[in-house]
T-cell receptor, first 114, second 108 residues
Framework: EAGVTQFPSHSVIEKGQTVTLRCDPISGHDNLYWYRRVMGKEIKFLLHFVKESKQDESGMPNNRFLAERTGGTYSTLKVQPAELEDSGVYFC????????????FGQGTRLTVV | KNEVEQSPQNLTAQEGEFITINCSYSVGISALHWLQQHPGGGIVSLFM???GKKKHGRLIATINIQEKHSSLHITASHPRDSAVYIC??????????FGEGTQLTVNP
């Protein structure tokens, strides 16, 4: 069984550009989460999908960030326009339906905005 | 102050030593996770606990719900155990709140 996959693994973009990160969860996992670690800080929650619906997007930093999960399969996280403070590692995790199930993480996307 | 505090932040040990990493939290939780991240790698879930103790190989995780404290122990440590160990708690909903992580280096 394939794990959670994220693409790209690294991205370097200039301030003001747009970047789209993709996450493919484990097949059958209704829960999909986006998290972010910025330099020197702990990993922080961004948002949670249950299938195609946004269950909780309270962690999204501002309206430059847009997450989608059309069809309830893979998810994209778009940053437009990117700012320097958006640099960090973006992790995706997925889990089976239910509140207290084990989460499986992807390798992360390292985003650098210059 | 972070809702999840880990100690120590950095830990250097000699191969074979017994290692303990601590995690304290200040909120009500439904479960606590211990995660491992190797340099340049993704995050791997080691344990998910809601009570008591779990063991997997040389790793042991314990949790005391009343004291809001968990520990991760590594017996007979090995250089390949070198990684960042992260404590995360599941609070409201199913989101995770993370500690800052403990950087463990095990020297041969």
């Amino acid at each position: 069984e394939a794990g959670v996959t994220q693409f790209p693994s690294h991205s370097v973009i200039e301030k003001g550009q747009t970047v789209t990160l993709r996450c493919d969860p484990i097949s059958g996992h209704d829960n999909l989460y986006w998290y972010r670690r910025v330099m020197g800080k702990e990993i922080k929650f961004l948002l949670h999908f249950v299938k195609e619906s946004k269950q909780d997007e309270s962690g999204m930093p501002n309206n430059r960030f847009l997450a989608e999960r059309t069809g309830g399969t893979y998810s994209t996280l778009k940053v437009q326009p990117a700012e320097l403070e958006d640099s960090g590692v973006y992790f995706c995790a997925s889990s089976h339906p239910g509140m207290n199930t084990e989460a499986f993480f992807g390798q992360g996307t390292r985003l650098t905005v210059v | 102050k972070n809702e999840v505090e880990q100690s120590p932040q950095n830990l250097t040990a000699q191969e074979g030593e017994f290692i303990t990493i601590n995690c304290s939290y200040s909120v009500g939780i439904s479960a606590l996770h211990w995660l491992q991240q190797h340099p340049g790698g993704g995050i791997v879930s080691l344990f998910m606990l809601s009570s008591g103790k779990k063991k997997h190989g040389r790793l042991i995780a314990t949790i005391n719900i009343q004291e809001k404290h968990s520990s991760l122990h590594i017996t007979a440590s090995h250089p390949r155990d070198s990684a960042v160990y992260i404590c995360a708690v599941r609070t409201s909903g199913s989101r995770l709140t993370f500690g800052e992580g403990t950087q463990l280096t095990v020297n041969p």
